[in-house]
């Protein structure tokens, strides 16, 4: 609002406050940010502002490239909704928590190969030229890539336990043994025996990438994801938080991607083997901090949305990123390997 609408900030002191570049996660909880009712009525009069902007201008002519086709208000709205999903990783610590409603997802179907194959080269991945993207997932541009073979589904609980059991590798967020050889999920305060057939999901990327190669396959690139996605349906997928969870492996097989993988999007985030690198010809855009300041080798990138995500956030273009030690996102895996 401070750039297209020439506004002043309601409290430019607080600016610092909530830079994410500024403000570490580690001293977030003590610093002198609005709380409790000032807050909300802060909030109330930001959207307010937004809103009286919004309808005086003129986004169908702008050349401004923010306020073209509505850009900088799309990014708002996805933004916020992505941060809906941050939230949910927060609620899942209190117990007893319950949604307000939930629409389970539909009964999984066993039926199909372990895994399935994409044949290889020349393909395009990145979003185009036209509609909302962010700048990481842009220009779209082709990549040569060799017959590969991807699981059709992402790994189920059951699967991770016989890792866990083999190697005794550390179980994932919110499982606890039971003393008797069978696990329990604990989210929300909620101690619920662990269903094997549902997917694995709070691991992190190392963990997922020890469980490939005890697996004997390896984490796919994101080349090669975002070609298995091809034709995937988000319509057709565990999003928006209706389910409050995972679905079971197979779940959706009415709507599989091109080559015949199910839940590529939805579900929970599936960690690729790749650095969060730049595409050939990336400008940074509307802002450094959104994605170039995170490039390189430190952050690994996940794909496909999780059962937590707004289904209007994702799409098979979208990179998202994370450090490799995080296990509190919704992060599960799904293994591929060379055909």
């Given at each position: 609002m401070q750039t297209v609408g020439r506004r002043d900030p309601l409290h430019?002191?607080?600016?610092?406050?909530?830079?994410?570049?500024?403000?570490?996660?580690t001293i977030r909880g003590k610093l002198p940010i609005l709380r409790g009712?000032?807050?909300?009525?802060?909030?109330?009069?930001?959207?307010?502002?937004?809103?009286?902007?919004?309808?005086?201008?003129?986004?169908?002519?702008?050349?401004?490239?923010?306020l073209a086709e509505g850009f900088v208000y799309e990014m708002l709205i996805a933004h916020e909704h992505q941060h809906n999903e941050t939230m949910l990783q927060l609620i899942q610590m209190v117990d007893g928590?319950?949604?307000?409603?939930?629409?389970?997802?539909?009964?999984?179907?066993?039926d199909?190969?372990?895994?399935?194959?994409?044949?290889?080269?020349?393909?395009?991945?990145?979003?185009?030229?036209?509609?909302?993207?962010?700048?990481?997932?842009?220009?779209?541009?082709a990549v040569e890539v060799e017959?590969?073979?991807?699981?059709?589904?992402?790994?189920?609980?059951?699967?991770?336990?016989?890792?866990?059991?083999?190697?005794?590798?550390?179980p994932p967020m919110y499982w606890e043994a039971d003393?008797?050889?069978r696990w329990s999920r604990t989210a929300m305060g909620r101690v619920e025996p662990l269903d094997p057939d549902q997917l694995v999901v709070h691991v992190s990327w190392h963990e997922a990438d020890a469980f490939a190669q005890w697996a004997g396959k390896r984490l796919p690139t994101e080349q090669e994801w975002e070609v298995a996605a091809e034709g995937a349906d988000r319509e057709r997928s565990n999003l928006d938080q209706l389910g409050f969870g995972c679905a079971g492996a197979g779940a959706y097989g009415d709507a599989p991607s091109d080559c015949g993988a199910v839940q590529m999007l939805g579900d929970v985030w599936?960690?690729?083997c790749s650095d969060f690198e730049a595409y050939p010809g990336f400008r940074a855009f509307p802002y450094r901090e959104y994605s170039?300041?995170?490039?390189?080798?430190?952050?690994?990138?996940?794909?496909?949305?999780?059962?937590?995500?707004?289904?209007?956030?994702?799409?098979?273009?979208?990179?998202?990123?994370?450090?490799?030690?995080?296990?509190?996102?919704?992060?599960?895996?799904?293994?591929?390997?060379?055909?």
């Open positions: 430019g002191e607080l600016g610092r406050l909530y830079d994410a570049i500024e403000s570490p996660r009712a000032e807050l909300r009525s802060y909030l109330d009069e930001v959207r307010e502002r937004a809103l009286e902007v919004l309808d005086r201008l003129e986004l169908e002519s702008a050349e401004d490239p923010l928590y319950e949604p307000v409603e939930i629409e389970p997802p539909p009964e999984p179907d066993s199909g190969p372990q895994m399935v194959l994409v044949q290889g080269g020349e393909a395009e991945i990145g979003a185009g030229a036209d509609g909302f993207a962010y700048d990481n997932e842009r220009p779209r541009h017959p590969f073979w991807i699981d059709r589904t992402p790994v189920t609980n059951g699967a991770y336990a016989e890792f866990v059991a083999d190697t005794g590798a550390e003393g008797d050889g599936e960690w690729t170039e300041v995170f490039l390189g080798e430190a952050h690994k990138v996940l794909r496909g949305g999780s059962w937590a995500t707004r289904r209007n956030v994702i799409r098979t273009s979208f990179r998202n990123w994370d450090l490799p030690e995080r296990r509190q996102i919704f992060a599960g895996l799904r293994c591929a390997k060379d055909a």
